[in-house]
């Protein structure tokens, strides 16, 4: 039943918070207890696959084969433990004053649909399902994306709706695709039928499928929704897609190509790792290129989001269990970096009244904790050791280096020195600039209650920190997992 | 600086205190460090797992290069923190300035401990970005700031590089210990990927070290305050990469190109820096330049072949760090005293500041290499690295340019320490100047009394400066060297030198004018082209970002669709032939179904009202709703039904909000575009043919037979479609049901508001 527990806490708690949507205390309670239940349980469920156990459950007790079952193993148990934690470090930075969203009566419900469209497809081993799960998300996220419904927003939500539904339309061109060379959906007899399958098709689907799920982890060039959506957000819905959403595709690419369909006959096998690498590449730099330009802050971390995909995808480019594992490691540590820094983002803003690094300045002199809060998940995202994105780019670049891929290595590192010059920006320009002087003090509007926030600042700094000083845990882990994904071992 | 400005400040308790735990802490261990010198022989090893997958190890091994480092670290450093707690006495940053150097006191340390090359970077790392910090204390000035954060970029990019070497070379030696890869050294420069590790190597170690062409850096950093440029930018950060370049040296400098880069690279910065410095007018400015210029002599020895030139290193090192530490105190001291580090408006202070020109005096006597003192003694230790017998002809040409350095360096000691301080004043008489208590007396007395005790004595640095140029040579090596050998032909050569630096003085101030106006810095150096790269970033970055996130949806989803066309293109492409197999003839139904998609998609083309656009696409979701009805799936329709109404709803909200505050009536563009047919219609064919591609694949059936099969007997149903729906695949369906419901509290908000605007907009 644990295996269950990633689709059905949260979906039932969505359910009693729409219920509860007219009474606010009432669902916030439920709200929290829902994220709490939910953590507990992916704690539980990240101990039982660490013993290297599978948790599978097949609904309706119908054989796997035909029906449909959820199989979590260490790779799944870990992204569900961090979308738990996300959802609800969420949560608690949105009890606080700061870049509140609306106090929405749908907020609740939405978040936490949201969060089980996400830990479903972490869980799911069934192909059709999996776009099940990607159609909530989009459902949810386009939900959440026009709450408030100011003008600025809907445009933003009009281009992620469109696009990603294109996208969740080729998606299910590509799973249906599937099913008519194969018969199958389950990743288990998916793995041992497309074995034996025709190539040139499988090669023409597999493509297809790929491509669908590129445009859902925000790759180069189909990334476009995700600068123009994102941005519009309050700061703790924007760190809970900042964090989870492209990630969910890139773990779909991951388990697709790593784990489903490693030994699927296709006519272009190396050139598609080769081509996928090169996307990666040119998603590092267009991204990081995209945060250098821009001078809002939502925004330039918006795209580096895009960029550190890129680093993702090149780790799952590499092909190799240690490329598998580097991505593994990659996406943990980048999901909670990357959600704390949206979280101080939005501090930093309501310290100075603006996003905008123009109109920013003196954090420093004002709230020198704010920079601490700041600097864990900033040096962490630059990639300065010994904080967990070091060890991250570090995998990446140990492994391509390993397997000659010196471009791509290269690649990696001018993206790393481009981060370093876009969060210096930040830096210089929010904390240490002092405060311009045609900008008027911001002291009416600072928020009343911000502990919330802070604290869920903290913990993902925590979190961090702790990937940063004893990363070992984690790179077993990820090494575990990527061991136990099915292509891995040939590797 | 700040210091002058705030003498109002007074240090509260806490402050006090812990200034005077941190100066004790840092003598404390300076103190420990000799006793274990005196007791312990070398290697000094500890070791301890941390990361092991990573190939992260806590591995420290101190040998005699090591060694000297760490006393230079801790001894400058104690000397450092004593002064910055005396200079920075009345400036309200004095406790994080001092906790920021305490920090950088322990990066070093393991930086020049560290045995796994994981933890050098760390703590290399670590050094450039509390420089970084070090040199933005005052960021509140814009020029502070820029200092600092072209520091941090010259020594971050500078960091990449070495991160790329020493991957490459752990991955070449197969370990992450520094000691077993300078062991398999021999092997590892035979390897065909060595030369690209070695450049990688190289240009790290150039940008903290301040190299040509980097060298520019290191005198903007002189916005830091004086301690802080003592420390970091002179006696200690700066020699990072001189030090690694030591160290790499036992395993790498027999290679041919170990030479052939670094003499050629040192020479030109070395010379370049000293006539950079006769153009300076801030003392702080001018002694950066010398730094440079050691720096690069420093280079230029490590890149000599031969055992004296080890030995010069270590002692030319310990030589710079014991006389430029102490002239950066005094210069330190002069600004405090009078306010200006300008060095036409400085003069006569001998009387007001005793104590510093004494101090002074003594550094530059060492600095100018004047026998007895010890710069002497490594002046004579370079000239026997230079008249090496292996040493290459072409090699000593190069090095010759020392000469010229040497001359210009006594030229600037004498400006640091005679000109201030015995020349006549240039433009006021500081009569109110005096000297900043003992704190800031002692250091600079200290170090500078070193320079010259050591010069008298080599005998006590001797063993270690011999240990530690052992360290840089392979197979134990070197134990015979011993300093001062030289005899009269150094004398003379010093002799000329201070004959030479004479002259430059007494000419300093027609030299400076003439190179003031003839050289331009900017246009040799790579600090143009930095500033240049700094602006032109952005504008790089916004062409890209602008080309690519333009903001039309329209030619997002054409590329979306182009992108989608490649796949199934490579595909057939690649494929010996595709046989799509008989085409079965369409069911009327299927027919009609079809015909309805397609008249929504063309009326969709045509129509230029944006409702009914999004009419016309409902359509199509209808259309393919009626396709469902017909193959047997009447739930599977239904949801279709909902999704699409809700959908329409949606964004015909959106469409309406935005008609209110845009006052958009119709689409504007024009009908038919051609290139948005051609797309489409080969998205279309692109599918078409996959789907038929597919269908064409002999199907496995296995489990439509098992549904049939179990339908009934098992699921008690006899609709196979709806029982797989509620049934085998009834996730499926509660997750399309979740869809739906959240479909609709997606849509309620938005109404809401809708509704809300609309009352507003009526009252």
Redesign the interface.
């Known amino acids: 039943m644990l295996a269950l527990a990633p689709l059905l806490v949260p979906?039932v708690t969505?359910?009693v918070t729409?219920l509860a949507a007219s009474r606010p205390r009432t669902q916030r309670v439920l709200s929290f207890a829902g994220s709490l239940a939910f953590l507990a349980a992916a704690a539980l469920l990240l101990e039982r696959v660490n013993t290297g156990e599978t948790l599978r459950i097949a609904?309706?007790a119908?054989?796997i084969?035909?029906?449909?079952g959820f199989a979590i193993d260490r790779l799944g148990g870990l992204m569900v433990f961090v979308t738990a934690l996300m959802g609800f470090a969420t949560l608690l930075y949105a009890e606080s004053d700061v870049d509140a969203p609306r106090r929405?009566p749908?907020l609740a419900?939405?978040v936490h649909?949201l969060l089980?469209g996400v830990a479903?497809s972490f869980a799911t081993a069934d192909l059709?399902?999996l776009y099940?799960?990607f159609?909530?998300m989009l459902?949810?996220a386009?939900?959440?994306l026009?709450?408030?419904?100011r003008?600025r927003q809907?445009?933003g939500?009009?281009?992620y709706?469109?696009?990603n539904l294109?996208?969740t339309l080729?998606l299910l061109?590509g799973v249906a695709?599937v099913y008519?060379?194969?018969?199958?959906?389950a990743f288990d007899e998916l793995r041992s039928?497309s074995e034996h399958?025709?190539?040139?098709?499988l090669?023409?689907?597999?493509?297809?499928l790929?491509?669908a799920l590129l445009?859902k982890s925000g790759a180069?060039?189909?990334f476009?929704?995700l600068?123009?959506a994102y941005p519009t957000l309050p700061a703790p819905l924007l760190a809970l897609f900042a964090g989870l959403l492209t990630k969910v595709g890139a773990y779909a690419i991951l388990r697709l190509v790593a784990d489903v369909v490693p030994r699927a006959p296709t006519?272009?096998d190396g050139a598609f790792a080769t081509a996928l690498g090169w996307i990666a590449a040119a998603t590092m730099l267009?991204g990081v290129?995209?945060?250098?330009?821009?001078w809002d802050l939502r925004r330039i971390l918006a795209?580096h989001i895009v960029s550190q995909i890129g680093y993702i995808l090149l780790a799952i480019a590499l092909g190799s269990t240690a490329g598998a594992s580097a991505a593994i490691f990659y996406t943990v540590h980048h999901i909670v970096v990357k959600a704390n820094l949206f979280l101080v983002a939005g501090l930093v803003a309501s310290a100075t009244g603006s996003y905008d690094l123009r109109r920013s300045g003196g954090v420093?002199a004002a709230r020198p904790w704010l920079a601490a809060l700041f600097a864990v998940p900033a040096?962490s995202l630059v990639g300065?050791?010994?904080f967990s994105g070091?060890?991250a780019k570090?995998?990446v670049?140990?492994e391509s280096?390993?397997l000659g891929r010196y471009a791509w290595?290269?690649v990696a590192?001018l993206v790393?020195?481009?981060t370093?010059?876009s969060v210096?920006k930040i830096w210089?320009e929010a904390f240490?600039?002092?405060l311009p002087a045609h900008v008027e003090a911001n002291s009416a509007a600072t928020p009343t209650e911000q502990r919330p926030a802070l604290a869920a600042c903290a913990l993902l700094g925590l979190v961090t920190l702790s990937i940063s000083f004893?990363?070992?845990a984690l790179?077993?882990f990820a090494?575990a997992a990527a061991l136990a994904l099915r292509g891995g071992g040939q590797q | 600086m700040g210091a002058a400005s705030n003498e109002l400040h007074r240090p509260s308790t806490g402050s006090r205190a812990f200034a005077a735990l941190v100066c004790l802490a840092a003598w404390v261990v300076f103190a420990l460090l000799l006793v274990e010198l005196a007791r312990r022989p070398f290697p000094w090893q500890f070791s301890r797992a941390w990361a092991p997958s990573l190939g992260l190890e806590f591995a420290l091994r101190v040998d005699g290069l090591s060694a000297l480092m760490l006393l230079l670290i801790t001894g400058v450093g104690a000397c450092v923190f004593t002064y910055a707690a005396g200079y920075l006495a009345h400036d309200p940053r004095r406790t994080r300035i001092l906790a920021q150097l305490s920090l950088f006191l322990v990066a070093m340390v393991g930086c020049v401990s560290a045995d796994n090359v994981l933890l050098l970077f760390l703590c290399w790392e670590a050094t450039s970005l509390l420089s970084f910090l070090l040199v933005g204390t005052n960021y509140q000035d814009e020029d502070a700031r820029k200092s600092a954060q072209q520091a941090l970029f010259i020594t971050g990019v500078g960091g990449l590089f070495l991160l790329a070497g020493l991957l490459l070379l752990a991955q070449l030696g197969g370990s992450h210990s520094l000691a077993v890869l300078l062991a398999r050294g021999p092997e590892l420069v035979s390897e065909p990927l060595f030369p690209y590790a070695f450049a990688a190597l190289v240009i790290g170690c150039m940008t903290k070290s301040a190299q040509f062409p980097f060298h520019f850096w290191l005198p903007n950093a002189m916005a830091a305050p004086t301690p802080v440029s003592a420390y970091l930018h002179s006696a200690t950060m700066v020699k990072l990469g001189v030090y690694l370049l030591a160290r790499l040296h036992v395993g790498f400098g027999a290679w041919p190109g170990w030479a052939l880069t670094l003499v050629p690279i040192g020479a030109l910065t070395a010379t370049w820096a000293m006539v950079l410095a006769l153009r300076e007018r801030d003392l702080k400015r001018i002694l950066a330049r010398s730094t440079v210029g050691a720096l690069g002599t420093l280079f230029m020895l490590i890149g000599l072949p031969g055992e004296g030139a080890a030995l010069a290193t270590v002692a030319f090192l310990l030589a710079h760090a014991l006389y430029k530490a102490p002239l950066f105190f005094v210069a330190g001291n002069v600004d405090h005293a009078v306010g200006t580090r300008i060095i036409d408006r400085l003069g006569g202070l001998r009387h007001a500041l005793p104590f510093s020109a004494a101090a002074a005096l003594l550094a530059g006597v060492s600095m100018a290499g004047v026998p007895l003192s010890f710069g002497y003694l490594a002046k004579d230790a370079i000239k026997a690295a230079k008249s090496g017998s292996d040493t290459l002809p072409w090699l000593l040409t190069v090095a010759q340019s020392n000469r010229v350095v040497a001359a210009l360096s006594v030229a600037v000691a004498a400006v640091a320490a005679v000109r201030v301080f015995w020349k006549h004043p240039g433009v006021n008489e500081h009569c109110d100047a005096r000297e900043g208590g003992a704190a800031m007396v002692l250091p600079p007395l200290a170090l500078a009394c070193a320079g010259i005790v050591f010069g008298l004595f080599p005998g006590l640095i001797e063993p270690l400066l011999v240990q530690a140029a052992g360290a840089m040579l392979p197979g134990g090596a070197g134990a015979q060297l011993t300093l001062g050998q030289g005899g009269s032909e150094v004398l003379a050569a010093a002799t000329l030198a201070l004959a030479l630096g004479a002259l430059a003085y007494f000419a300093w101030d027609p030299l400076h004018r003439l190179l003031e106006r003839r050289l331009f810095d900017d246009r040799f150096a790579l600090a143009g082209l930095y500033r240049a790269g700094l602006d032109g970033l952005p504008r790089l970055a916004a062409f890209c970002t602008r080309a690519v996130q333009h903001g039309r949806l329209p030619e997002y989803v054409a590329l979306i669709l182009a992108l989608a066309i490649a796949p199934i293109a490579a595909a057939v492409w690649c494929a010996d032939g595709v046989d799509l197999g008989p085409l079965p003839a369409p069911e009327l139904a299927h027919a009609g179904a079809a015909a309805l998609i397609a008249a929504g998609a063309l009326s969709a083309c045509f129509v230029t009202s944006r409702l009914l656009l999004l009419l016309a696409s409902g359509l199509v979701g209808y259309g393919s709703a009626v396709l469902f009805l017909f193959s047997g799936a009447p739930d599977l329709a239904f949801t279709q039904f909902v999704v699409e109404s809700v959908f329409v709803v949606v964004v015909a909200s959106s469409l309406l909000a935005m008609r209110r505050v845009t006052h958009l009536r119709s689409v504007v563009e024009p009908r038919v575009r051609p290139l948005a047919a051609v797309l489409s219609l080969a998205f279309g064919a692109a599918i078409a043919a996959l789907v038929l591609w597919v269908a064409a694949q002999p199907f496995d059936a296995a489990t439509s037979e098992y549904f049939k099969s179990a339908a009934l007997p098992q699921a008690h149903g006899r609709n196979v479609v709806n029982v797989v729906i509620v049934d085998f695949r009834g996730l499926d369906t509660l997750g399309e049901s979740a869809v739906v419901l959240f479909s609709f509290l997606a849509a309620l908000p938005l109404l809401q508001a809708l509704r809300g605007a609309r009352g507003r907009n009526a009252a």
Request: hydrophobic share 65%; net charge neutral.
């Open positions: 979906l969505a359910l729409a609904f309706g119908w054989p084969e035909h029906g449909i929405a749908y419900p939405l649909g089980a479903a059709f399902n099940v799960w159609e909530l459902v949810c386009a939900g959440l026009v709450l408030g419904g003008l809907l445009d939500a009009l281009k709706l469109a696009l294109l996208g080729l061109v695709m008519g060379l194969t018969g199958r959906l039928a399958v025709a190539a040139a098709p090669s023409a689907v597999l493509g297809l790929v491509l445009l180069f060039p189909l476009s929704w600068p123009a006519l272009y267009a290129l995209g945060a250098a330009y821009h795209f420093l040096l300065i050791p010994p070091f060890w570090w995998l670049l140990r280096l390993a290595a290269a590192l790393s020195a481009l370093l010059y210096a210089l240490w600039k002092p004893a990363p070992q790179v077993e090494d």
